[in-house]
């Protein structure tokens, strides 16, 4: 914190000023620290770490989640930037084959996407990239989606995967897996909103939260990855929270353990690997009644 | 599992023959199983006899899931031979070669109401939309009568209703007879959008088809497609203020249609036929003429508290500090006046038109002409501080900052200028004319040229990154926290990364876009020359509304409150709700306006060619 002090001392002060003369609730100083570093004028070179964690869970004999993490730089127009390419996908148990549409969507989304950022890996010519982010994550979606409809007609699978480039993620996402933003002074931020008819019941008024725990049709989703004709992903871009973590995770996690314990786990933990162990063992510890897939990620710099 | 035998999954070519008798002519649609095809049946050798031939590939893998597929196919088909209605194709004939099953219909000539929704501009008229949704109560009514069971559609949307060249409708796909599976994690069935609460659950009744339906003739009147909506939100989409042509009448039907409980619905397709018919009598040429005349009540009751009149147009943006209004003209002057009452200050000549908007700091006022120079006067007397000659016309605006003026001009130069003595600190080579504003953040100015190059420049001078759009970028830039926004003479607004120039997303205009975008809460707000005003989620590019203007918009919006004002060539400056695009008000000049308004203490400031500057109550 001295070190921040240090750097950020003089801004950090008149940002203060302005938040009391618009008189508003005192900020933390991590939230104030948060604000500091979102102003850094200067667009320094960062780093990009992550984690993940997997596991069948307790009551399953068949892991349906799929996950990858890849975290590379990229030669872009002013300099190397930070890339990571992060997917969560949860196989829909009850259809024929979840596991292989989880497999496949993360085979197809990873493909469409290094294809286009690392061509080299592929042997193929490096070209100037003029798609927009979001375009490309667009595309690999509907491609995965058709895969799926292919390989394994009638089966169906969550998807959320987060593109970061530089301090840019964008987000594809569609079904009930999440992501959120984790930040140190205890905020947990869902940025993904769940395709399932329970959470569509629940922001309608039809369902109080607490009847939602005990819905019965809790698991029927409205939207998935390979299924029906017509697949409308949700794709957005936000900057990524600095100082925090972006955390996408199935809701072997997310359904299972408390906010409050993910929330502590991933903040105390000493790395983003032992975070995710941890995370991984508190949803087995709670009975573990469903596949548990996450990944973290962090900015550093 | 591999990638299975591509072949497999191959289209059939024109000219191939199934069963010797479907001689295969073009593809007519493609579907999550398998292509429709248009085929001639041979056993009419004498005559042509078209029919549709419904193709579903069996990929599956597993033998069980196989077996499924197939019993489907077969039930759909036992299904429709057994139904006689004319909304309802006749089957022919059905086969099974190999992993395909073929279903062999009437070929049915016309369109399917999706692509007739996407194909029409503006909105379909509500005759025509009503007597659809007559026919298809009609068809929906016969099924649900039909015995022993009653038959469920199941998957009511636009793109299963076809209608042919006499304009009647025609159901298609039956195929879809799923069951539901609940406890794990499962999916519904139907066509999300379309479909009702309780299907979600597995329910499929005579009345989740009347809320289908219901969903469908919304989507058909306000071109919003229900699949990129989240489920139920059709009340968030009120039928008339997306479309205000729709009669009160309908959008009742509609409504109860669309009620979220299934007791509050119709009862049956048929009491929905009546009430529809209902409509049909009521509503004629008088409902549009009220609504017609709503809108236009509305103009006189705006009066300006002041105008100004120059000697020739204003296509600028005014601009004020200190309770002075700056404006250019093309008469060549800028004027100052009174920003309380319009009362003329002083007027500073250059030898050439003033089309930007002027900058106002600390006590001067900077701007360029189309004499070549910018100009920096003193705000409170109108004496000269300095001129700079930029060697070619001045059309865009100065951005003061950090001691500088950054200027554009048509010399293909973006100029750094010293605020204090006018001099050159830099200049920045750009591949054409300079006549967007330049937007400076975190320490980068940012500029577009004529070619389509977009520019981050040091306060050095030194190219940080480019990113380069098809055609022109006349607008200027403008930046949420994340990201920057530019429109482009190519039709597009951009999202980009102001660290990096990477684009983050796209945005398609129905024309190509001179105007400046703005933001508010995450929201972008552009004009285009298609004559609308987009709004568009700057996280998602997803499009919030739009309003149409009667003309180009050139001009650029401005936010101030709760509201958006823009300026329009077909004279008007509009003021809507920046959340939801409804109009407010709307003022009228006698001539186009081309610049932007300026909005201070609740006043808006508005430069018209009609030569006068108005001045309006927010």
Request: aromatic fraction near 10%; charge should be negative; glycine fraction near 8%.
């Amino acid at each position: 914190m001295k070190f921040f002090d240090k750097l950020f001392g003089k801004k950090e002060k008149t940002i203060v000023r302005n938040q009391d003369m618009a008189n508003t609730a005192p900020l933390t100083e991590e939230q104030i620290q948060a604000i500091v570093s979102g102003q850094s004028p200067h667009f320094d070179m960062q780093q990009l770490v992550a984690g993940c964690g997997q596991s069948v869970g307790k009551q399953r004999e068949l892991n349906e989640d799929s996950i990858m993490a890849l975290t590379a730089t990229i030669a872009g127009n002013s300099g190397n930037l930070p890339f990571g390419l992060y997917l969560v996908a949860d196989g829909m148990g009850g259809h024929q084959f979840g596991e292989i549409a989880s497999n496949a969507a993360i085979r197809s989304v990873s493909d469409y996407i290094m294809k286009r950022f690392h061509p080299y890996l592929f042997h193929l010519k490096t070209e100037m990239m003029e798609e927009p982010f979001q375009e490309i994550m667009l595309g690999a979606v509907r491609e995965a989606h058709k895969v799926i409809q292919r390989e394994a007609p009638g089966s169906g699978t969550t998807l959320t995967a987060a593109l970061v480039i530089g301090q840019q993620v964008t987000i594809a996402h569609v079904g009930d897996s999440r992501a959120y933003f984790v930040y140190p002074d205890g905020r947990l931020d869902p940025i993904t909103r769940d395709h399932s008819l329970v959470k569509r019941l629940e922001e309608l008024g039809h369902l109080a939260p607490e009847e939602a725990q005990n819905y019965p049709h809790r698991n029927v989703l409205y939207r998935a990855l390979g299924q029906g004709d017509f697949l409308e992903p949700d794709i957005f871009t936000v900057a990524f929270p600095q100082p925090g973590y972006l955390m996408i995770c199935s809701d072997g996690l997310w359904g299972v353990v408390a906010e409050t314990d993910i929330q502590r786990s991933v903040v105390e933990a000493p790395t983003l690997q032992r975070a995710c162990q941890n995370l991984v063992t508190a949803a087995n510890v709670a009975g573990g009644p469903d596949n548990i897939s996450v990944v973290l990620a962090q900015l550093i710099g | 599992m591999g990638e299975g035998d591509s072949s497999a999954l191959r289209q059939l070519q024109s000219g191939a023959t199934l069963v010797n008798r479907y001689a295969i002519q073009e593809v007519i649609g493609v579907g999550g199983m398998g292509s429709v095809y248009r085929a001639r049946d041979m056993h009419f050798p004498n005559v042509t006899k078209l029919v549709a031939v419904k193709e579903m590939i069996n990929s599956a893998p597993d033998p069980l899931v196989r077996q499924t597929i197939v019993q489907n196919f077969e039930r759909e088909a036992n299904l429709l031979a057994t139904l006689n209605h004319p909304s309802i194709p006749r089957i022919n004939d059905y086969f099974t070669i190999g992993s395909r099953s073929y279903l062999v219909l009437d070929f049915i000539l016309g369109k399917d109401m999706e692509a007739i929704i996407n194909d029409t501009n503006g909105f379909l008229p509500e005759e025509q939309t009503l007597g659809w949704a007559i026919e298809l109560c009609d068809v929906l009514d016969f099924l649900h009568k039909h015995k022993p069971d009653p038959i469920i559609f199941r998957d009511m949307k636009p793109s299963n209703v076809m209608i042919n060249q006499k304009g009647d409708v025609i159901l298609v796909d039956f195929g879809i007879a799923k069951t539901f599976q609940t406890g794990m994690k499962g999916t519904m069935i139907g066509t999300e959008g379309y479909s009702p609460p309780e299907q979600y659950r597995g329910e499929a009744t005579p009345i989740a088809d009347i809320y289908a339906l219901g969903a469908t003739i919304h989507h058909a009147l306000t071109r919003r497609d229900p699949r990129i909506e989240p489920p139920f939100s059709f009340a968030e989409r009120p039928l008339r203020r997306i479309n205000p042509a729709v009669s009160a009448e309908l959008e009742a039907v509609i409504n109860t249609a669309l009620e979220y409980d299934p007791e509050n619905r119709f009862r049956t397709a048929a009491e929905m036929k009546q009430a529809l018919m209902g409509v049909a009598k009521k509503t004629g040429a008088l409902a549009r003429i009220k609504a017609a005349a709503s809108s236009i009540g509305q103009i006189d009751t705006i009066k300006p508290l002041w105008s100004f009149k120059c000697e020739d147009e204003i296509r600028g943006t005014p601009t004020v500090l200190n309770g002075m209004l700056y404006v250019g003209s093309y008469d060549n002057n800028l004027y100052a006046l009174n920003a309380a009452d319009g009362k003329f200050k002083w007027k500073y000549p250059t030898n050439g038109g003033v089309v930007s908007r002027p900058a106002a700091y600390d006590s001067n006022v900077y701007f360029g002409s189309e004499d070549k120079r910018l100009y920096a006067v003193n705000g409170t007397s109108g004496k000269e501080v300095w001129t700079y000659h930029a060697e070619g016309p001045v059309r865009s605006s100065p951005r003061i900052a950090e001691g500088h003026v950054f200027i554009g001009s048509d010399n293909a130069y973006m100029h750094a200028v010293n605020i204090n003595t006018g001099r050159l600190v830099w200049r920045f080579e750009a591949t054409d004319a300079v006549r967007s504003t330049p937007y400076v953040l975190n320490e980068l100015v940012y500029v577009g040229c004529e070619s389509g190059d977009f520019y981050a420049v040091d306060f050095r001078g030194a190219l940080k990154w480019r990113f380069h759009a098809k055609r022109a970028i006349t607008s200027s830039a403008t930046s949420s926290d994340a990201a920057l926004f530019i429109a482009s003479l190519d039709g597009m607004l951009y999202a980009l990364d102001p660290r990096n120039g990477w684009a983050l997303w796209r945005f398609r205009l129905g024309k190509a876009s001179i105007s400046s975008p703005c933001v508010v809460d995450d929201i972008v707000i552009v004009g285009a020359s298609d004559g609308f005003i987009y709004a568009v989620d700057a996280r998602s590019a997803k499009e919030i509304w739009r309003f149409r203007t009667e003309h180009q918009v050139n001009g650029s919006p401005v936010v101030y409150k709760d509201s958006v004002y823009c300026g329009s060539v077909d004279g008007n400056l509009y003021c809507l709700e920046y959340r939801t695009g409804r109009l407010r008000w709307k003022f009228g000049t006698e001539a186009a306006i081309t610049g932007s308004p300026f909005v201070y203490d609740d006043i808006v400031y508005v430069g018209s060619t009609d030569h006068r500057m108005y001045a309006l109550l927010a």
